[in-house]
């Protein structure tokens, strides 16, 4: 049978077909056609489709195409590839994901969400690269935020250090994490930004206190000046009406 052929059955077999019978028909068709899927990348029709058989063909021939579509200016193609990535053995991917994030291409945010639905050995590396780019913070912003949406316990410590750090970008990394793992501990470090000079972060701050539960940073709430920015404002009352309520 042809290649068009065989391409053409698994078009029309998707739609029957659940992901693990269309990964194994996909192997057994294609097995060895990395080069022509590459052809039919230049396709935007097909280019989805191209990037799914590549992933689920996971060769060492096909991982130079999906890596580069993880780069493509197409939203959807870099989600084809995000989802493809995660075929290929952790070993094959974690370094040139992690130069993606460690250069802040424009792929490095879905690098991110590849490596945090990895192994150990990704976390690991990327806890690693946390404190190897110390000076520049949208690095460590972004591996902050990678490593929190893979729930890693260690992302406390790097919490703490980021609502502690003089650049924004890291204070705002801080306090989504601290309000996505519910890091209570560490709720006098997100008090201590209730007064800092960007009422944005001003603001977060107090809904991050309102998400923790904390009663005890009532006080803290309570004694503060009234905010010259409306919205800050806001957040601090609905802080303190959520913290009483409790």
Request: negative net charge; charged residues 30%; contains cysteine.
């Amino acid at each position: 049978m042809e290649v068009e052929a065989r391409w053409a059955q698994i078009i029309k077999s998707v739609p029957e077909l659940d992901e693990d019978q269309l990964r194994s028909m996909v192997r057994f068709l294609l097995q060895d056609e990395e080069d022509w899927l590459s052809e039919k990348l230049k396709s935007r029709q097909d280019q989805s489709m191209a990037i799914d058989c590549l992933g689920y063909l996971a060769s060492e021939k096909a991982l130079p195409w999906v890596l580069r579509s993880l780069t493509d200016r197409e939203e959807a193609l870099q989600l084809s590839a995000a989802a493809a990535l995660q075929w290929f053995p952790e070993e094959w991917i974690l370094e040139p994901l992690l130069g993606m994030i460690l250069r802040q291409q424009p792929s490095a945010a879905k690098a991110g969400e590849v490596l945090a639905r990895k192994g150990q050995r990704s976390r690991d590396r990327l806890w690693d690269a946390w404190f190897e780019s110390e000076g520049n913070p949208a690095i460590q912003a972004q591996i902050l935020n990678v490593l929190s949406e893979a729930k890693d316990p260690r992302c406390e410590k790097l919490a703490f250090l980021s609502l502690d750090s003089p650049w924004e970008e890291m204070q705002r990394a801080g306090l989504k994490a601290v309000e996505q793992m519910k890091m209570c501990a560490l709720w006098g470090n997100v008090a201590g930004l209730l007064e800092h000079v960007d009422w944005s972060i001003r603001a977060k701050a107090a809904r991050v206190l309102a998400a923790l539960g904390e009663k005890r940073a009532l006080p803290v709430l309570k004694n503060l000046p009234p905010d010259k920015e409306p919205w800050v404002q806001e957040s601090r009352t609905q802080c303190i009406e959520s913290l009483e309520n409790r």
